[in-house]
């Protein structure tokens, strides 16, 4: 990552920035705490207050921006997949479709099917953009990162134990008030799925930040209860999905351990951890883990994650004809899709079964984005992962201790929830997606600290 991708847009030294954004990262956690704790922030009403607080967010940057006569905003070119994706969801909404004129309806006729749909995917994508950029910009020390990141650890590890009490004693609702009539619920969210990829990215951290070897004695114990309580939680789902995950989150840790900073072994971390004493470490802590979800009476749970419960089918699921018929709207709208989350509608010209259930989702999410908005809006998704995993390795290789351990930590979630969306659609559950977001940020913001430390240290060598 060039020093250009984090410099900041400003007429002012943006240095000086610093002892400025904790009111920003407040804020930022306030965001996050909120839509997990009102079950995913998948209800209108939910969304309608965490646009007040993007308002909140605004109205701080601007106020920060005017005290230091200057435009405090990151330049980091990951941002841009996201805008050009909002501006293809803009064009989708252009009047230039067709309607069939035989009805006596007034039918839309935009290049998006369900431009209701498309203008509601639009509004949450503005807000994960604006949560995004202020995450990118006030991430601006070590001491706002740590704040962050052990904030997001105590309280989704709080989380992960409600929701083992929970599914204990109430298991078919949420709070004990609300009882979905079509869902399994886990947690605080309606879809169980999609709780395990909020605690695939939250253990993928704090592995991260348990294997950097800047932690202090004492504070081991607390952050590997923390991972295994999260690790319970996902097993306790039952989502293979999760386990998938997990597994992965596992594999990346060990793989970035491996990849060591320049003029340092190799096969060595800063920390003198390997990565074979990381695989060993995360063979133990699934054995563990394995035991403590027998223990508490999650045998049924744990034997249909692994895919091995009678009558499970497939191990889609029955999802390979939603991935055909996704396959078959992209072929037939290459360019910009059907519209984005316009999934719903297009299935219903394509279903040939009796169209008894409703079909909104591909269950894949790198499907169902060609199907929504084609190739260019595939390639938008394509070139965030790539500025993703090419800014945040460049972050991890030049890191030392903590940062380094943040950065692999917060990638290994990212990867965890990007390999479980595979098999379904977690980041469309916004409480996913300002994790996912957050934790990005964690893993590509180049910190001052680091580099001031790493130019004094070239000096005195």
Request: aromatic letters at 12%; hydrophobic letters at 50%.
């Amino acid at each position: 990552m060039s020093e250009a991708d984090e410099t900041k847009i400003a007429f002012t030294n943006a240095g000086s920035g610093r002892r400025y954004g904790n009111g920003a990262i407040f804020i930022i956690c306030v965001v996050v705490i909120v839509s997990v704790l009102l079950y995913g922030a998948v209800d209108s009403g939910t969304l309608a207050l965490l646009s007040l607080f993007t308002v909140l967010l605004l109205v701080y940057w601007i106020s920060v921006s005017v005290k230091q006569r200057s435009l405090m905003i990151s330049a980091n070119t990951i941002q841009l997949p996201l805008i050009a994706l909002f501006l293809l969801g803009l064009v989708q909404l252009l009047p230039f479709g067709s309607a069939d004129s035989s009805l006596p309806l007034k039918i839309s006729t935009t290049l998006s099917l369900d431009p209701y749909a498309t203008r509601f995917f639009l509004s949450r994508l503005f807000l994960c953009m604006v949560f995004f950029a202020g995450a990118l910009t006030f991430l601006n020390s070590l001491a706002k990162l740590r704040t962050l990141a052990f904030v997001f650890i105590v309280f989704l590890t709080l989380m992960a134990f409600f929701s083992i009490l929970q599914r204990v004693e109430l298991p078919g609702s949420i709070y004990g008030l609300r009882a979905p009539a079509q869902a399994l619920p886990f947690g605080t969210f309606i879809n169980r799925h999609h709780f395990a990829a909020l605690m695939e990215m939250s253990l993928g951290l704090s592995l991260g930040i348990l294997f950097s070897g800047e932690l202090k004695p004492n504070r081991w114990p607390f952050i590997g209860a923390a991972a295994i309580v999260m690790a319970i939680a996902i097993f306790l789902t039952g989502s293979r999905g999760g386990l998938i995950g997990l597994i992965a989150s596992l594999v990346t840790i060990a793989i970035l351990t491996a990849y060591g900073r320049r003029g340092t072994s190799g096969n060595q971390s800063i920390a003198g951890i390997s990565p074979k004493m990381i695989l060993a470490a995360g063979g133990v802590f699934l054995i563990v883990t394995i035991g403590l979800v027998s223990f508490l009476g999650g045998a049924d749970p744990l034997m249909r994650s692994t895919g091995l419960t009678s009558g499970v089918g497939d191990f889609s699921s029955g999802r390979t004809e939603f991935w055909r018929t996704a396959i078959k709207i992209f072929l037939d709208h290459p360019v910009i899709g059907v519209g984005l989350d316009s999934f719903g509608v297009a299935y219903s010209m394509y279903d040939t079964s009796s169209g008894l259930f409703r079909v909104e989702q591909a269950h894949n999410d790198y499907l169902q984005i060609l199907a929504d908005a084609g190739i260019i809006g595939f390639s938008c998704i394509a070139g965030f992962i790539f500025l993703f995993l090419k800014n945040g390795l460049q972050v991890v290789r030049a890191s030392t201790g903590f940062r380094r351990g943040a950065a692999i930590g917060a990638m290994a979630g990212c990867v965890a929830i990007m390999v479980h969306s595979f098999f379904d659609f977690p980041l469309r559950t916004p409480a996913n997606a300002f994790v996912f977001l957050a934790l990005a940020a964690m893993c590509v913001v180049r910190i001052p600290d680091e580099v001031g430390k790493r130019h004094h240290r070239r000096k005195k060598t």
